[in-house]
């Protein structure tokens, strides 16, 4: 088994006999899409707050500006949660060295990979996507939305890039669910959704959705995916690949918090 580093998930790989103009839509599909300096993403989701993955968030610099729907708008801070942990060196030596990842998995179901950022002016041409305050459970229909890599479910795609393309969109069936995540498999076409698609490089702390009555409400961000193989050999992108999102009604209370000034700034 092989986990893709967190810095480097998302995107939408597409069915092979599905046609790629099928999953691309226009910018206007998801204004309150945000993008991450050089690559991920964040969401919009109140005039001054963007969501996103904590690995997202520079390493080494200040985050201070974003772009939201084409426009760079200044940062005035970010809050990184406090049991989000970075994915330690020693894992990714020691998974390089055996081909064999499990280590990273569990820790990385083990951290809170969400950030906010605050914006410093209110972002008023823009309609923030609202939270989704269910659980998401197995079986529920999720509509996936980026800009990173791209490539298709038979022979995936190249870790050389790029990792910014156009605008995809794609659904995926929830087939696991737990108290920070959810995940879900992308299938061959004989059991795929007919837009059935998964995530690539580039596009960490990208939407997921899930419809409510004629309103699709965002349910997750992108974060991590396992790709079964050896470290050294494994195929990114083919049919069988698992992705995870960080599911969001379990963070409710924290960022309810973070938004109403009761958290601290981590940057």
Known sequence: MFVVLPSTASAIVIRDDVDDSEYRVP?????ALVD????????LIAPQWVITAAHTIPLHSKLTRITV?????????????????????????QAMASGEAMLIVVFLASTDDIALVKLAEPVMDIAPVALYEGSVQPGQIIKIIGKGATGNGATGYSL????????????????SS??????????????????EGALAN?????????EVG?????????????????VLTAKYGRYG??????????????????????????G
């Open 214 to 230: 004629n309103e699709w409400l965002l349910s997750g961000v992108a974060s991590w995916k396992v790709v079964e193989g050896h």
């Open 160 to 175: 050389g890039g790029p990792n910014r393309t156009e605008l995809r969109r794609a659904y995926n069936e929830v087939t």
């Open 69 to 93: 729907d084409g426009k760079p708008r200044d940062v005035e801070r970010v809050v990184v949660h406090a049991g989000y942990k970075a994915l330690p060196q020693e894992l990714i030596d």
């Open 27 to 31: 910018a206007s599909e998801f204004p």
């Open 36 to 43: 991450m300096p050089g690559e991920g993403h964040g969401v």
């Open 178 to 195: 737990y108290d920070r995540w959810f995940c879900y498999r992308f299938d061959e076409p004989s059991a795929a959704l007919p837009l």
């Open 202 to 210: 580039g596009d960490s702390g990208s939407p997921v959705l899930v």
């Open 241 to 266: 690949q698992v992705a995870c999102n960080v599911r969001l009604s379990h963070y409710a209370d924290w960022i309810e918090s973070v938004m109403s000034g009761q958290a601290q700034s981590a």
